[in-house]
């Protein structure tokens, strides 16, 4: 009958529409896993990538530290040399004031005995 043959031209119809649609999903289910692919491809690269610069920022941190620890290392030299300086130069400033003050009493003795010989020799002169 007619109206079997329609239904069954319907159906085919129905039929090949879903396969057109299953076969569209289909091919843009392949474009996105190619497009995955490809994506976790370029990741894995870059993640290739920023290894090898943490690496070269992780010796040169190594490095800079060494560094670091190598002019700490001199600057607690200098400090150590410094309190050193320090120390004798306030020992040789006692030992300039202990001098000054030696100086000083000799210049006064000296004064004393030249005053004591003037006055002896004037008294001899008398």
Do not use: C, F, P
Not at 19 to 38: S, T
């Amino acid at each position: 009958s007619w109206r079997a043959r329609r239904r069954r031209a319907r159906r085919r119809q129905a039929w090949q529409a879903s396969r057109r649609r299953l076969a569209e999903v289909e091919a843009r289910l392949d474009q996105a896993v190619r497009g995955a692919a490809e994506a976790h491809s370029e990741a894995e690269r870059q993640a290739a990538e920023l290894k090898k610069a943490a690496a070269v920022l992780a010796a040169e941190n190594a490095s800079v530290e060494g560094k670091l620890h190598k002019e700490v290392e001199k600057v607690d030299k200098a400090k150590e040399a410094l309190k050193v300086g320090i120390a004798e130069r306030k020992q040789l400033q006692a030992e300039v004031k202990a001098l000054e003050a030696r100086l000083s009493t000799t210049s006064r003795d000296e004064q004393k005995s030249q005053g004591r010989l003037s006055s002896a020799a004037e008294g001899n002169r008398e």
